[in-house]
């Protein structure tokens, strides 16, 4: 069956740019929208933002000026980069499947990876 | 953004409870509503989409109902694996989508 798997770095200094990697597999990228979601420590979920296998993308407008999400369908890979972080950044970041476009307005998300915990802090 | 607020934050329940949990948002979302599971340290699992229809593999004492506003998730008898804290989504377009703040339900 389908799984996710975040990578990146654990760790990103105040002011620098968290980026993480989410490698799918036993499925195909394509026709699906993809979703990153994070969780504060000892928080609720918040949703960063989503982007079709063909490119285009959603964010939150809390993060819009600071996110891009990115997708290589050659690698089976999405993407996510937040720029100029503090430590309200610091979260659990989940990488998502959501649905095809036929339930995009059920936008629900069915397979979830484990999640990569990123710390900023000098 | 929509608002989505969960009642109760919390919820001491037992073995073979019936148990409900509401969400409600801050305008109409129609039926775009979603219900998450989430154990400690673990990644959430979709339980419930558009309001009412039961996830593949999800145990059919799982419920949704709710449209507009209102939306609940009943747990017809609860089982020792299902203490974990719960989360509604809304999908309303456009974005941004929200969640409710959750809802632990735990062992009484």
């Known amino acids: 069956q389908v799984q996710l798997q975040e990578s990146g770095p654990g760790l990103v200094k105040p002011s620098e740019t968290l980026s993480l990697t989410c490698t799918v597999s036993?499925?195909?990228?394509?026709?699906?929208?993809w979703s990153w979601v994070r969780q504060p420590p000892v928080k609720g979920l918040e949703w960063i933002g989503y982007?079709?296998?063909?490119?285009?993308?959603s964010y939150n407008p809390s993060l819009k000026s600071r996110v891009t999400i990115s997708v290589d369908t050659s690698k089976n890979q999405l993407s996510l980069k937040l720029t100029s972080v503090t430590a309200a950044d610091t979260a659990v970041y989940y990488c998502?499947?959501?649905?095809?476009?036929?339930?995009?307005?059920?936008?629900?998300?069915?397979?979830w990876g484990k999640g990569t915990t990123v710390t900023v802090s000098s | 953004d929509i608002q989505m607020t969960q009642s109760p934050s919390s919820l001491s329940a037992s073995v073979g409870d019936r148990v409900t949990i509401t969400c409600r948002a801050s305008?109409?979302?129609?039926?775009?509503l979603n219900w998450y599971q989430q154990k400690p340290g673990k990644a959430p699992k979709l339980l419930i989409y558009?309001?009412?229809s039961l996830q593949s593999g999800v145990p059919l004492r799982f419920s949704g109902s709710g449209s507009g506003t209102d939306f609940t998730l009943t747990i017809s008898s609860l089982q020792p694996e299902d203490f974990a804290t719960y989360y509604c989504?809304?999908?309303?377009?456009?974005?941004?989508?929200?969640f409710g703040q959750g809802t632990k339900l735990e062992i009484k």
């Open positions: 998502a499947r959501g649905p095809t476009s036929k339930s995009y307005y059920y936008y629900y998300m069915d397979v």
């Open positions: 036993g499925g195909s990228i394509s026709s699906y929208y």
């Open positions: 982007i079709y296998y063909s490119g285009s993308t």
């Open positions: 305008q109409s979302i129609k039926n775009y």
């Open positions: 558009a309001a009412s």
């Open positions: 989504q809304q999908s309303n377009s456009p974005p941004p989508y929200t």
